[in-house]
């Protein structure tokens, strides 16, 4: 295995390069002062020959980074920059709407990051990513297994010039597509172990937002879903549903009246944002209904891809602009230690990946993990149309496991006022006999109220204490 390799390397040799290519960031354009947590940038080299340097930052817990879980975290895409998560979603900083320096938008401290209770890595994974780069045209062909395996090739190298964190628990997580891709990446981790070919890492689980597990489930529940927020009528739902036999993706072109009911469902939702079905669609028409009949449920955008090409200020997605005027100051990537003409410019989502999709579905390594007796949260914002809930909650409860709290709400409290938001989560819990002993699997399923795509940038305090309790093994 590739750690076993490493472990060599890193004693032999005297040039250690995960170490040389890591810099203590203390100060940031846009944030006011010294930033009042440790922020480490840098660059790890993967591939066969190096050739791929995927580009981390790696923010450490503000509360007892010796002890606190270390989380390696992918956004979804494929090719969507950690930046946006750590911006967006569950990192320390984040935009101040309307406020700037210069031409520089402004930073402030987000009071619900996830760094309040783990150390995290923000990963530009695959590699074309963010700032992530290859040296070799044949660097940049990537798919979903190569690029689980130079993720876990990152991770080996990255605690191997960092010992003290091989003991800490480690999760693996991300949102959106990395539903894909976090699972392989914890079942190679997982044979790792296995194999004591090397230091153990100190795997505990994995957690996965709003994720993408079977592309065509995850579509086909769209419409179910449509009806059940009342956007589509009973009437119009339930002939849907037995002219296309509950299958909106792949019509037969001689269905006539499949198409037709999806015709009608496409114009009652081609204004609405897949993203958070209760606030505005800001983009331009996402779908040509009447051309294509079939657009609902075959759109596959990831919405994490916007900004719009004119977005209005009252947007949601106007904010995300601030992202690719921020990154791509030559300030700002000198304070990051950006190597200079590595990337052309910095974009959010990389949609130009020269990128094979080979796992259509990631259930088959749930199955597997679930077996090994690893901690699960999987989570939804429940107004997510882009990955519904309903979809999440059928794959997992394909697992097949046995249920041991139904269907309950869960609580955030304020400073002030207790916010009766309604949650509900799954909690399983099994045994198995694999040959070496019995084993628990615990997996939560929780959805957030009013959570979008994804549920942190909509739902931040809320997915906070989530987070927390769940690390903390508390009940939601």
């Known amino acids: 295995m590739f750690c076993s390799l490493l472990i060599i390397l890193l004693v032999i040799t005297s040039h250690d390069v995960t170490a040389s290519q890591s810099v203590l960031v203390k100060s940031l354009p846009g944030f006011p002062g010294d930033l009042p947590f440790k922020l ?48 967006y979603e569950i990192g320390p900083l984040s935009f101040d709407p309307g406020k700037s320096t210069g031409n520089l938008p402004n930073l402030k401290l987000n009071p619900y990051s996830w760094t309040k209770v783990a150390s995290i890595i923000f990963l530009d994974a695959p590699v074309g990513t963010g700032f992530s780069y ?13 690029s689980a395996k130079e993720t876990f090739t990152f991770l080996c190298k990255w605690l191997m010039s960092r010992p003290k964190f091989l003991q800490n628990p480690l999760y693996i997580g991300g949102d959106s597509y ?7 990446i914890v079942q190679i981790i997982s044979d790792y172990n296995d194999d004591e070919r090397g230091p153990p890492m100190n795997l505990k689980g994995y957690l996965l937002g709003n994720p993408a597990t079977d592309i065509h489930k995850d579509k086909n529940t769209r419409i179910p879903f449509a009806h059940l927020k009342s956007l589509l009528s009973d009437e119009l739902y ?46 331009v028409e996402i779908w040509k209904s009447r051309q294509n009949p079939t657009a609902v449920a075959m759109d596959s955008d990831d919405l994490l891809s916007w900004p719009h090409r004119y977005p209005e200020p009252w947007c949601r997605s106007y904010i995300y602009l601030s992202s ?39 259930l088959i390594y749930h199955r597997n993990l679930v077996k090994k007796g690893y901690r699960v949260l999987i989570y939804s914002g429940d107004h997510d149309m882009v990955i ?40 399983f819990f099994c045994s198995y006999s694999t040959g070496y002993k019995y084993k628990k699997c615990q997996l939560t399923f929780a959805t957030v109220k009013g959570g979008g795509h994804t549920a942190p940038e909509y739902k931040p305090e809320e997915c906070l204490a989530m987070i927390y309790r769940w690390l903390a093994f508390y009940p939601l």
Do not use: M
Request: hydrophobic content about 35%.
């Open 388 to 427: 519904p809930y309903l979809g999440t909650h059928a794959w997992i409860e394909a697992l097949n496991l046995t249920l041991v709290d139904d269907w309950q709400p869960w609580y955030s409290l304020d400073d002030v006022t207790i916010t009766y938001l309604f949650y509900f989560f799954y909690f």
């Open 238 to 283: 339930e002939a849907t549903k037995v002219h296309c036999n509950e299958e909106y993706l792949h019509v037969d072109p001689n269905n006539a009246l499949c198409i037709n009911d999806l015709q009608v469902v496409n114009e009652c939702l081609q204004n609405i944002n897949l993203a958070q079905i209760l606030e505005p669609s800001c983009s």
């Open 40 to 87: 480490e940038t840098g660059y790890v080299s993967v591939g066969d020959f190096d050739e791929v340097q995927l580009f981390y930052y790696f923010i450490e817990s503000e509360r007892n980074p010796k002890d606190d879980p270390l989380l390696l975290w992918l956004t979804g895409g494929p090719g969507c920059s950690a930046f946006s998560g750590l911006v």
């Open 134 to 146: 290859a040296s070799t045209a044949e660097g940049y062909n990537i798919s979903d297994t190569l």
């Open 324 to 362: 690719y005027i921020w990154a791509n100051d030559k300030t700002v990537q000198n304070a990051l230690h950006v190597r200079e003409g590595t990337i052309k410019e910095w974009v959010r989502c990389n949609k130009s990946l020269s990128y094979v999709y080979d796992v259509p579905s990631s």
């Open 178 to 184: 990395s539903g894909i891709q976090v699972p392989i």
